[in-house]
């Protein structure tokens, strides 16, 4: 077991096109930490970068107390587990599981123990001798999961493994991997775009946009009190958004009001939390409600946003969940025209023909 960081860590491909932005992260030894954005967000370099199977432009990737810069994937005690995981059809359950410790040339009784170890570990102590076509697709994901557990890796990287399952296959293997993980007490970091599952699996959360970090935190405080609109847009189901309101104080109540038909009191400890500059300033914000807030009479979970940078205009209070571990937890992402234009820079733009 080991921590995982990377430390201003970028990915720039030839031609200027980049995946990942100025990255820090720590992952805590035994943690299991989930990457979650949408598609092309970056969180599948981040693994690649970690495993080695990609190179860093810039910064430092460390495993343990050793920064792994130009170390190769096989010398790095990482395994990781890819989406739709391959096993091979002409292997018994026990040669595949055992393959990756084959070509290390690790002794075959330490292989053997080793399997079985894994097998009872994953119910697949009685289809060890089976060719896979035999086994049914929950049991095939065990198996692509044993051959990773066999190498007893100092961390397992897991590139959004269940896309390719149906719901019910899903909810079962997320299942799975929790209680492995609780088992083993390894470190998991575990891409994917399916909010519910970040949710369900993950001790923290790493939200990403565009190949830049957004905000860092255990799913309770990112649902509770997202930094930015995105975070809370892709982390709350259905959220109504309304982009033009203002806050505005009237007879000692603060007011929310959005155009003609939208005028809402808010309760004293909503408002206690607002940051100063946005109470009868004529300042525009973003308000924000979950479908499940709807029906509630305090209204105390609303969110509100800067109407311009989208982060949120409201501070932290007694119900946040502190963590000294998490290091990330007060950081800041870039805004949204940020982004754009740091991006911008880094495309080479073709040459105008003469």
Known sequence: ???????????????????????????????????????????????????????VSLGEVFIGENAVNGVAPKDRDIAMVFQNAAIYQQYTVAENMGFGLKLRKIPQPVIDVRVREAAALLGLTDQLYKKPKQLSALQRQRVALGGTIVREPKAVLLDDPLSGLDQKLRLQMRGEYSKLQARLKNTFVYATEDRTEAVALATRIAVMKDGFLQQVDTPQNLYDYPVNLFVADYLGADLEICRDAELLEEEGSVHLKAGEDTDMVLPEALTARIKEGYIGTGKKVIYALRPEDKKAEDLTHLLLFDGENEFTVLERDGGYETDEGNAERDFLPLTPQEMKELSEKFIKKPKKKK
Request: aromatic share 8%; with cysteine.
């Open 1 to 55: 077991m080991a921590e995982v960081a990377l430390k201003n860590v970028s990915k720039i491909y030839p031609g200027g096109a980049q995946a990942v932005y100025d990255l820090t992260l720590s992952v805590k030894d035994g943690e299991f930490f989930v990457v979650l954005g949408p598609e092309k967000c970056g969180k599948s370099t981040v693994l690649r970068l970690i495993a080695g199977l990609e190179d």
